[in-house]
């Protein structure tokens, strides 16, 4: 096991600083504090002072790729040419929605629907937050379709409680390494934390 290290972390919002916890605890690392979570756009405006500390202590940055650039080796190059050594940033393909559908198996019994009907690329859906909602639209549990699915009339994307059933799934649900088979930008992310971890 490698010895426990303290990682700061920047990423969008509530359910990203779920998962970077859930994937520090996975790799024997503890999550230290944790910035921006406003939003993707505060992320860009604040990356260069997030990179100068991780020149000298170990930090992650998690954002979505979403339909901004055809890749995330695209996004990372035009947010940041030079990252520091002590850098993890990584860019979930295309929504962080997509590692959490990777894990089939679980997502399936978390929203109470049939295997079936969870896709088995994640990573190639082009919105998987849509894809989470319409998931949980079709689920044999009236709390869940209450909690994630939105009102008609509220003209939102989500429904009232989708943040917080995602971030119950990711803590006590999820399991990291299963779904990183089945999304590369996981799997990559995970080796660029036990890197990290690793002193490499």
């Not at 019994?109 to 994640?122: D, E, G």
Request: hydrophobic share 45%; aromatic share 8%; proline share 6%.
């Amino acid at each position: 096991m490698a010895d426990v290290r303290t990682i700061s972390a920047a990423v969008e919002g509530d359910v990203d600083e779920a998962v970077v916890r859930k994937l520090l605890a996975f790799v024997h690392a503890s999550i230290g504090d944790v910035f921006g979570k406003q939003g993707k756009s505060f992320l860009r405006k604040r990356i260069a002072g997030y990179n100068y500390a991780a020149q000298h202590r170990p930090w992650v940055i998690l954002v979505d790729l979403d339909n901004d650039f055809d890749g995330a080796p695209l996004l990372r190059s035009a947010w940041l040419a030079q990252p520091a050594p002590c850098l993890c940033f990584r860019v979930a393909v295309r929504e962080v929605e997509a590692w959490l559908l990777a894990d089939r198996e679980e997502i399936a019994r978390f929203l109470s629907v049939a295997l079936s009907k969870i896709p088995l690329q994640p990573e190639s859906l082009p919105d998987p937050k849509t894809t989470m909602v319409n998931l949980a639209k079709a689920s044999r549990r009236r709390d869940i379709r209450q909690d994630m699915v939105p009102r008609p009339e509220s003209g939102r994307q989500v429904g009232p409680a989708y943040s917080s059933r995602l971030i119950e799934f990711v803590s006590n649900h999820w399991q990291p390494d299963r779904a990183s088979e089945q999304a590369r930008s996981l799997k990559r992310a995970i080796h660029c934390l036990e890197a990290l971890v690793g002193g490499h």
